[in-house]
């Protein structure tokens, strides 16, 4: 080979590569802009296209605003939602992660009657029912049996004024109502309490905090609600703890990450109720003594 012939073929493979350098940078160009094309017009498209508003929004506010909510029933339906239904939606109805769903852009109350929201809290919503999304049960009346018609039409007029504040009135400023004891609540409990006066006393008040705070998840005398709290009846966990114990339990609840969490529903703490002071913890926590087998019962107190 001369040197002139090994001169061409350096030359050639010079070319070569460069030739392959372009074509590879041309690719690559290609690839970018077609990403670049493919991504912005994903990102064109979703600007867009017109977001559908909530259809709670089209009912509620698309229409005049619907006549004012007696300040009455507002604040009767109020303090019921707060001391029963906030457990689970929260305070403001915005719905608790874990528990009850977000009620003030709920489309599903836009869409029903005032008639048929009512029959809907009556019947409440098992979790196994083909509506429920969050496998955790909506107990009917909110766990609370007592709660009357006019009751459950007032708390409705109230979760109609939080889908829209326009026909919401001016309300009182809030505060839990204390509890009532009643002659034959201090009999059952002096009966409970093996004839101790002051600690019949503590499980009367907490018989009655029990019945309107941890009702909803715990049921009726503490017998459980399937897809919501456990039972407390002869319950090893409430058996293995003293009443600090229990107390600092309450206070903290058991979120749903938690190990110790069996249901995946959290527990929130004070059962979702922050008015709630140590001593009516205490007084609840009496209480669920009593549905203990008899030896715990001895165990309660402060
Ligand atoms: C023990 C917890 C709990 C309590 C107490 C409770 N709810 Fe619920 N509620 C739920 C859960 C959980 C759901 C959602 C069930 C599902 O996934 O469909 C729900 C759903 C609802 C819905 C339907 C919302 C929708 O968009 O489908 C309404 C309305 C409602 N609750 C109103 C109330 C009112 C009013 C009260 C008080 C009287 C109350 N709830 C008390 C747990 C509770
Ligand atoms: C919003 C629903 C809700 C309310 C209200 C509520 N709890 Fe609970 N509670 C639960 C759930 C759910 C669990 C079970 C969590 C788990 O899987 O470990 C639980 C667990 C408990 C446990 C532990 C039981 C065990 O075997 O591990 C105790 C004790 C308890 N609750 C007491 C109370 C008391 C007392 C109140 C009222 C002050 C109350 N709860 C209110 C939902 C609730």
Known sequence: MTSAQVAVIRTTARRESIALGIAFALNAAVVVLAYVLVMGGTAVSVWLTPRPRPAYHERVFAKPAQEQIAAGVAEHGRDIFRT????CHGPSGYGVQGLGRDLVHSDFVADLDDAALVAFLEQG????????????TMPPKGGNPALTAEDLKSVASFVRGMQDPRRMPELAPWAP???????ADKDAALAAA????ELAGYI???????HSVCVACHGQGGVG???NGKPLVNN?????????????????????????NTTGIQMPPKGGNPAMSDDDILDVISYVR???PAKSVTQAGK
């Open 177 to 183: 109502k204390p509890v009532q004891v009643t002659q």
């Open 125 to 136: 919503r098992p979790a196994d029912h083909p509506l429920n999304q969050t496998k955790v």
């Open 204 to 210: 009367a008040s907490g018989n009655k905090i029990f």
């Open 194 to 197: 093996g004839g101790d006066a």
């Open 236 to 260: 090893p966990f409430v058996q293995s703890l003293d009443d600090d114990g229990l107390l600092a339990f309450v206070k903290q609840g058991r979120a749903p990450s938690d190990p110790k």
């Open 225 to 227: 609600i399937s897809g």
């Open 84 to 87: 029963i239904c906030a457990a």
């Open 290 to 292: 009593t549905l203990q």
